[in-house]
């Protein structure tokens, strides 16, 4: 449901704001450095064009949504006078970190009055743990109209609403481990309030904006589900962020090593084989593992692998060279149809591809054009374990896999 939004906006003046806003490279508890917001040209045009109603970003874990959203949300705000966009990311605790209002010259009247509905309504979600709370996403809208002043203050205006991470919020709510099979009724009833509100134009928004745009960013693959279940109501559609193409991952790598140099040379074509464009796990890589990338894989991508397959074995009661021999080549569709496609996307090791992409997705074996691995070391490492009959692979035989066995 394309708004008329993008009518008039000039391209190149919002790709550089977006660009202004940069990017942090880093890991939370390791801490970090700031650096240059790269690339996204084209996400920030098709983004733009799919703007109206409510729309999903979706994407792997640490592709860039966060950074992505909130920076289109600054810049859009900045380059249009009749723009209000505000970015909420749930899983901040405070209201200076988790609400940012973009607007160019807004009276004090309606800061206020979007500070009050999100001390009401967002507040006691990024501090509650009762997932009935959650009402508080499709109030918000309507509350900031009840608390202006005037009521037809905004009448002139776009509002652009960002709720990033309601998913992680929720499962942090539920305390619930990364496996466990949760259902998101709940967030999927915030989504359609606003997507069903649109798509029966009510009054509340049309009598009171000049549109509404609702985005969500959600890591998990429940995006996808609402999106499938929700049709097209209230404009509703996902859309598909993927990571930094090579060029632009391989930039970054380089920037990286000067700023924190690794011991040893490093192969940027393996880098790329095993991260895919990820800069969460680059910065994992970096910061946790000083460019270890044996270290890395051991610890994390190949003892995940090893859980999931053996957690399919057991509930198939199959020996593991019984379900490693169903799939010759682990391309993400032979994946998801022989070693159990459900739990792979659970444990955030296959995504789905779905709705439209904003991103140009890389032409590698690890992306097929309806499933992908969200990190290609988890494909390498599937395909040593086929190839050695045995979950029990070395890192090197991860490396031989990507390389061909030529290093
Ligand atoms: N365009 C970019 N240029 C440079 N760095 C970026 C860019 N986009 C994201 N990053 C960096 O990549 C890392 C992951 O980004 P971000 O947290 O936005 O991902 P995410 O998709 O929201 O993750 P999650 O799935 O956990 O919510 C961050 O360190 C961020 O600064
Ligand atoms: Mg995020």
């Given at each position: 449901m394309p708004s008329r939004l993008s009518v008039g906006v000039n391209i190149d003046e919002l790709i550089n704001r977006v660009k202004e806003g940069g990017a942090y490279f880093g890991v939370e508890e390791l801490g970090g450095f700031p650096m240059i917001f790269r690339d996204r040209e084209r996400e920030v045009k098709a983004l733009l064009r799919e703007l109206g109603g409510v729309g999903i970003v979706y994407g792997p874990l640490g592709c860039g949504k966060s950074t992505f959203l909130r920076n289109f949300s600054a810049a859009l705000g900045g380059v249009r006078d009749d723009v209000i966009a505000m970015y909420v990311n749930l899983e901040e605790r405070t209201l200076a970190n988790s609400l940012r209002t973009y607007a160019i010259g807004?009276?004090?009247?309606?800061?206020?009055?979007?500070?009050?509905?999100?001390?009401?309504?967002?507040?006691?979600?990024?501090?509650?743990?009762?997932?009935?709370?959650?009402?508080?996403?499709?109030?918000?809208?309507?509350?900031?109209?009840?608390?202006?002043?005037?009521?037809?203050?905004?009448?002139?205006?776009?509002?652009?609403?960002?709720?990033?991470?309601?998913d992680k919020r929720y499962r942090a709510m539920l305390n619930v481990g990364d496996d466990?099979?949760?259902?998101?009724g709940v967030v999927e009833g915030e989504v359609m309030a606003y997507a069903g509100a649109i798509e029966e134009h009510s009054s509340v928004i049309y009598d009171n904006v000049r549109g509404?745009?609702?985005?969500?960013?959600?890591?998990?693959?429940?995006?996808?589900?609402?999106?499938?279940?929700?049709?097209?109501?209230?404009?509703?559609?996902?859309?598909?962020?993927?990571?930094?193409?090579?060029?632009?991952?391989?930039?970054?790598?380089?920037?990286?090593?000067?700023?924190?140099?690794?011991?040893?040379?490093?192969?940027?074509?393996?880098?790329?084989?095993?991260?895919?464009?990820?800069?969460?796990?680059?910065?994992?890589?970096?910061?946790?593992?000083?460019?270890?990338?044996?270290?890395?894989?051991?610890?994390?991508?190949?003892?995940?692998?090893?859980?999931?397959?053996?957690?399919?074995?057991?509930?198939?009661?199959?020996?593991?060279?019984?379900?490693?021999?169903?799939?010759?080549?682990?391309?993400?569709?032979?994946?998801?149809?022989?070693?159990g496609g459900d739990y792979l996307m659970r444990m955030n090791i296959l995504i789905d591809i779905y709705g439209t992409v904003l991103s140009e997705l890389p032409r590698e074996?690890?992306?097929?054009?309806?499933?992908a691995y969200q990190l290609p070391a988890y494909y390498w490492a599937l395909k040593a374990m086929i190839d050695k009959s045995t979950v029990d692979i070395n890192p090197e035989d991860v490396i031989d896999e990507v390389t061909g066995g030529h290093r």
């Open positions: 807004l009276g004090s009247d309606v800061r206020n009055a979007v500070v009050k509905a999100f001390n009401s309504n967002i507040m006691p979600i990024i501090t509650g743990t009762e997932p009935g709370l959650l009402v508080g996403i499709s109030r918000f809208f309507y509350d900031l109209i009840n608390e202006l002043k005037v009521r037809r203050e905004l009448r002139d205006k776009y509002v652009v609403l960002v709720f990033d991470e309601l466990a099979q949760v259902g998101y509404l745009v609702v985005i969500f960013g959600f890591s998990n693959r429940v995006a996808v589900d609402i999106a499938r279940r929700g049709g097209s109501k209230g404009g509703l559609n996902s859309l598909l962020l993927w990571y930094l193409p090579k060029e632009e991952f391989i930039g970054i790598i380089n920037d990286v090593s000067r700023r924190a140099p690794p011991s040893k040379p490093i192969d940027v074509e393996v880098l790329w084989q095993l991260l895919g464009g990820n800069i969460r796990e680059l910065a994992m890589l970096v910061l946790r593992y000083g460019w270890d990338v044996n270290a890395w894989l051991s610890s994390t991508v190949i003892r995940k692998v090893r859980d999931v397959i053996i957690h399919e074995v057991r509930i198939r009661s199959l020996e593991v060279n019984a379900l490693l021999s169903r799939a010759i080549d682990p391309s993400p569709r032979n994946a998801y149809l022989h070693l074996p690890w992306v097929d054009s309806d499933f």
